[in-house]
């Protein structure tokens, strides 16, 4: 029985799975709690797709693809910049033109030159077969992303909320906008290889969001998503192998589900919680 | 870091002009002149470019021409030693993210913490400090959405005193606010102008203006009028200042000389009136509490 249950142990590409998605699923998680706040949702998809054309150059080239990423992610976020400048229209649609432009340029360029990668990793994402190459560039970008946010957490929480505070304290407020755009870029390249490109913005917004509702501080919020985006990754990658379902929709999946119990459980926010004070001052004006 | 050097807190803004992206000038060759313990009113209509001064003042616009200095710095210089603090109005702040009331206050002392901006005794110390003075240290604990109006407000005066900066930026700082909080607000300013403060209040809310301000700034793209408040706010500056927005009532036939002869009653909806007397004098001014007490 027991056996059974470690038996995902005895191999070691699920072992590689495990403990990589559950390092990802962590950095995400800790990401998600500004990108909730922020309200860059729809930032974090879109740069997810527009990495695509730097990762699959990087690939072609054989440099780290986190750089590929981070070159493709900076256009993309710079020509966003540059039209909003430019055009007047709305920023979502500015968002919307950008980023599925780059993903098409990266389809393009896989189906013109072949390469190691092709489309099922990219959507899917490869976790069961990543490389010891890959591991090591995972393992330094959730290191670098990990140290950078215990560092500058604090500052970067204080320009979310409030940015103009931040201004008058003189801050650099666009580093700081280019620090999160940054960890943003290296943290989808992460999570695009361990649940591929549609569920990343998942990986990075659930936990967060799910974290919002359990905690009315940010310090533990950030411990919340953190541990529920680590736990969910590893339960997922294990849970996948019984099953021999995807991992990165497993992963998905499981988060989402704690996301539903959270809003409907959660003692302050959630839709119970909310009922029982609404209850409560019913009877009160009973009375 | 000295936040008490000698030289004269003063400020200064020579001939600015903001011209925006589009092509909009918010405005125009702006100047006028401030020194230490005063409480000076910012007053314009909307679009007035008032909150564009305000932002030039923050550093958060350069101007195209011209300079603003806080004590012969120029502004940037002043933002990273302290100089600065900002009062938001309510609607600026997202009142659904998770922090504290005591997690705000210490954002008015990250510039005095190291990079990781952990608070030292003193730190801790200013912020109560701070929160004891607007009465607020009590909910010290409470997510800030979870306050109302009035002390939302007080909260965020508590982290600009927290800041111990040189000058305080409020604005609207009695919109949605309670009676309470706008006397703890007026005595605050005062306090602070006792210091040797710089206090600029941008409003439209022109009844309120004699209320606490000694000194005043009229804005409708150019500065119409500057300096103490019983010389700025003239029938005629107002006049120009607000063009056809404000509402005028003459008592031509004033009845004051055949009744108690001082007294005058006037009973307003919404926002406070401002009451000029023959001549264009000002008629109401809360005298008990100016720091000059200028007789009209």
Redesign the interface.
């Given at each position: 029985m027991i056996s059974d249950l470690l038996m995902p142990f005895q191999y070691e590409y699920m072992q590689k799975a495990i403990f990589v998605s559950a390092l990802v699923g962590a950095v995400c998680g800790l990401l998600s709690c500004f990108l909730t706040?922020k309200g860059w949702s729809l930032m974090g998809d879109a740069l997810s797709h527009a990495i695509i054309p730097g990762v699959v150059v990087a690939y072609g080239l054989g440099i780290p693809i986190a750089l590929g990423a981070f070159v493709a992610g900076t256009l993309a976020t710079g020509a966003i910049g540059w039209i909003k400048?430019m055009v007047a229209i709305r920023d979502d649609a500015i968002i919307g033109v950008v980023f599925s432009t780059f993903f098409a340029i990266g389809l393009l360029l896989i189906s013109l030159y072949p390469s190691p990668i092709n489309l099922k990793m990219i959507v899917f994402g490869n976790i069961l077969g990543i490389s010891d190459q890959d591991i090591v560039q995972l393992l330094a970008i959730s290191a670098l992303c990990l140290a950078t946010i215990f560092?500058f957490w604090?500052?970067l929480f204080?320009w979310?909320?409030?940015p103009?505070?931040a201004?008058?304290?003189?801050?650099p407020v666009r580093l700081l906008k280019f620090m999160l755009l940054t960890l943003l870029t290296l943290t989808a390249v992460a999570a695009l290889q361990t649940v591929g490109v549609c569920l990343v913005v998942a990986m990075l917004i659930t936990p967060g969001a799910t974290a919002?509702l359990l905690?009315?501080?940010?310090g533990?919020?950030m411990i919340i998503a953190l541990f529920l985006g680590s736990l969910t990754s590893f339960c997922g990658a294990y849970l996948s192998y019984f099953f021999d379902g995807s991992v990165g929709g497993s992963i998905v999946v499981l988060q989402t589900s704690l996301f539903l119990i959270a809003w409907i459980f959660a003692p302050k926010h959630g839709i119970l919680a909310m009922k029982g004070f609404k209850m409560k001052s019913l009877r009160l004006e009973f009375k | 870091m000295t936040s008490l050097s000698p030289e004269k807190l003063t400020i200064t803004v020579r001939g600015v002009t903001v011209t925006y992206?589009n092509g909009h000038r918010a405005i125009e060759e702006a100047s006028f002149h401030l020194e230490a313990g005063c409480i000076c009113a910012l007053v314009g209509v909307n679009g007035s470019g008032k909150s564009t001064l305000f932002k030039a003042l923050?550093?958060?616009v350069k101007p195209t021409d011209g300079d603003v200095l806080i004590s012969e710095r120029p502004v940037?210089e002043a933002?990273?030693r302290?100089w600065?603090?900002?009062v938001?109005q309510a609607e600026?702040?997202?009142w659904t993210?998770?922090?504290?009331v005591w997690?705000v206050v210490l954002?008015g002392r990250?510039?005095y913490m190291n990079?990781?901006?952990m608070a030292s005794s003193n730190d801790k110390k200013i912020a109560e400090e701070s929160l004891q003075k607007v009465q607020m240290w009590d909910f010290r604990d409470r997510?800030i959405g979870e306050l109302s109006g009035g002390q939302k407000k007080r909260v965020f005066l508590a982290?600009a005193l927290a800041?111990q900066s040189r000058v305080i930026l409020l604005d609207e700082p009695f919109t949605g606010v309670d009676v309470k909080t706008e006397n703890a607000i007026i005595d605050l300013m005062r306090e602070l102008r006792a210091e040797g403060k710089i206090i600029l209040v941008s409003t439209h809310n022109l009844g309120s203006v004699p209320d606490f301000c000694d000194h005043a700034v009229l804005i409708n793209r150019r500065v119409l009028a500057w300096g103490p408040l019983n010389e700025v706010f003239t029938e005629e500056n107002l006049t120009k200042a607000f063009g056809g927005v404000l509402r005028h009532f003459h008592f031509d036939k004033s009845t004051i000389d055949d009744n108690d002869g001082r007294s005058v009653t006037l009973i307003t909806d919404d926002e406070r009136p401002l009451v000029l007397g023959k001549g264009g004098h000002l008629e109401h001014r809360n005298l008990t509490n100016s720091k000059e007490g200028n007789e009209p």
């Amino acid at each position: 029985m027991i056996s059974d249950l470690l038996m995902p142990f005895q191999y070691e590409y699920m072992q590689k799975a495990i403990f990589v998605s559950a390092l990802v699923g962590a950095v995400c998680g800790l990401l998600s709690c500004f990108l909730t706040l922020k309200g860059w949702s729809l930032m974090g998809d879109a740069l997810s797709h527009a990495i695509i054309p730097g990762v699959v150059v990087a690939y072609g080239l054989g440099i780290p693809i986190a750089l590929g990423a981070f070159v493709a992610g900076t256009l993309a976020t710079g020509a966003i910049g540059w039209i909003k400048e430019m055009v007047a229209i709305r920023d979502d649609a500015i968002i919307g033109v950008v980023f599925s432009t780059f993903f098409a340029i990266g389809l393009l360029l896989i189906s013109l030159y072949p390469s190691p990668i092709n489309l099922k990793m990219i959507v899917f994402g490869n976790i069961l077969g990543i490389s010891d190459q890959d591991i090591v560039q995972l393992l330094a970008i959730s290191a670098l992303c990990l140290a950078t946010i215990f560092i500058f957490w604090k500052d970067l929480f204080l320009w979310c909320f409030d940015p103009i505070q931040a201004q008058v304290l003189g801050f650099p407020v666009r580093l700081l906008k280019f620090m999160l755009l940054t960890l943003l870029t290296l943290t989808a390249v992460a999570a695009l290889q361990t649940v591929g490109v549609c569920l990343v913005v998942a990986m990075l917004i659930t936990p967060g969001a799910t974290a919002y509702l359990l905690s009315d501080r940010f310090g533990t919020m950030m411990i919340i998503a953190l541990f529920l985006g680590s736990l969910t990754s590893f339960c997922g990658a294990y849970l996948s192998y019984f099953f021999d379902g995807s991992v990165g929709g497993s992963i998905v999946v499981l988060q989402t589900s704690l996301f539903l119990i959270a809003w409907i459980f959660a003692p302050k926010h959630g839709i119970l919680a909310m009922k029982g004070f609404k209850m409560k001052s019913l009877r009160l004006e009973f009375k | 870091m000295t936040s008490l050097s000698p030289e004269k807190l003063t400020i200064t803004v020579r001939g600015v002009t903001v011209t925006y992206s589009n092509g909009h000038r918010a405005i125009e060759e702006a100047s006028f002149h401030l020194e230490a313990g005063c409480i000076c009113a910012l007053v314009g209509v909307n679009g007035s470019g008032k909150s564009t001064l305000f932002k030039a003042l923050m550093g958060f616009v350069k101007p195209t021409d011209g300079d603003v200095l806080i004590s012969e710095r120029p502004v940037l210089e002043a933002q990273k030693r302290n100089w600065i603090a900002y009062v938001p109005q309510a609607e600026e702040v997202d009142w659904t993210f998770p922090v504290s009331v005591w997690d705000v206050v210490l954002m008015g002392r990250y510039g005095y913490m190291n990079f990781l901006r952990m608070a030292s005794s003193n730190d801790k110390k200013i912020a109560e400090e701070s929160l004891q003075k607007v009465q607020m240290w009590d909910f010290r604990d409470r997510q800030i959405g979870e306050l109302s109006g009035g002390q939302k407000k007080r909260v965020f005066l508590a982290r600009a005193l927290a800041q111990q900066s040189r000058v305080i930026l409020l604005d609207e700082p009695f919109t949605g606010v309670d009676v309470k909080t706008e006397n703890a607000i007026i005595d605050l300013m005062r306090e602070l102008r006792a210091e040797g403060k710089i206090i600029l209040v941008s409003t439209h809310n022109l009844g309120s203006v004699p209320d606490f301000c000694d000194h005043a700034v009229l804005i409708n793209r150019r500065v119409l009028a500057w300096g103490p408040l019983n010389e700025v706010f003239t029938e005629e500056n107002l006049t120009k200042a607000f063009g056809g927005v404000l509402r005028h009532f003459h008592f031509d036939k004033s009845t004051i000389d055949d009744n108690d002869g001082r007294s005058v009653t006037l009973i307003t909806d919404d926002e406070r009136p401002l009451v000029l007397g023959k001549g264009g004098h000002l008629e109401h001014r809360n005298l008990t509490n100016s720091k000059e007490g200028n007789e009209p």
